[in-house]
């Protein structure tokens, strides 16, 4: 005789409860891995155990990659219903997806903050703090991107100022060595013309001199001298 149809209820045996859902679960993921490879599909399967236990499958275990695509698939759903919507003039149904989405964010904003956070199983906390350490690397790595970018900016600024200071320690010197060469070239000139004036005072008294003696010798006072012996 063959086997009689199972009906489908609750398991109310624990012990046959947790069997009935390991075989299943097994059947379910090896289904899931045939169908992605005779298929050629991209397959997700996620399935929580009644304590929480989460139990995944997903093509060449790219599941972010799937869900990515789940999403878009979704949005590109929602905004074909809400164009139909508008069409009809019924935004209750929009509102209602709209209202749900606003809460997933909400929701996962709160746990990115480290809120509500008591009842995530372990999965979900795990792939949370995935998700915050590469949200922490990638802010790090812009960091120190940026950092470098300014230190770099920094030492050019410095080589150009340490230039521009070379250029213009060259120019003060040449300057001063300018000044000096005219201070020189200014005594120079002050000497000269100093000498050429003492030389005709020198010559004016030593004739005086011969003068004064050629007098004084032939007995005859000149008149210079006449008014020198009156006063």
Not at 9 to 14: D, P, S, T, V
Not at 17 to 33: D, E, I, M, P, W
């Amino acid at each position: 005789m063959g086997r009689g149809r199972v009906q489908l209820k609750r398991i109310e045996n624990k012990i046959n409860r947790q069997v009935t859902f390991s075989k299943r679960r097994s059947g379910l993921l090896k289904k899931a891995h045939e169908i992605s490879v005779l298929c050629d599909a991209q397959v997700a399967l996620m399935v929580f155990s009644s304590k929480g236990k989460l139990f995944e499958y997903a093509t060449e275990s790219c599941m972010e990659r799937i869900l990515e695509r789940y999403e878009r698939n979704s949005y590109t759903e929602i905004q074909c219903a809400t164009d139909e919507i508008q069409q009809n003039g019924n935004w209750t149904w929009e509102h209602a997806k709209l209202k749900a989405r606003m809460e997933t964010l909400q929701r996962n904003l709160r746990h990115y903050e480290g809120e509500d956070i008591q009842n995530l199983s372990l999965r979900e906390l795990q792939n949370l703090e995935q998700q915050l350490d590469s949200a922490l690397k990638r802010i790090r790595s812009r960091k120190n991107q940026l950092m470098l970018e300014s230190i770099s900016e920094l030492q050019k600024k410095d080589k150009a100022l340490q230039e521009q200071n070379n250029i213009l320690a060259k120019k003060l010197k040449e300057k001063e060595k300018t000044n000096v060469e005219q201070a020189h070239w200014q005594l120079n000139n002050n000497c000269q013309d100093s000498s050429s004036m003492l030389l005709p005072l020198n010559i004016s008294s030593n004739g005086r001199e011969k003068e004064d003696n050629e007098t004084t010798n032939s007995g005859v006072l000149l008149p210079w001298m006449i008014r020198h012996h009156l006063e």
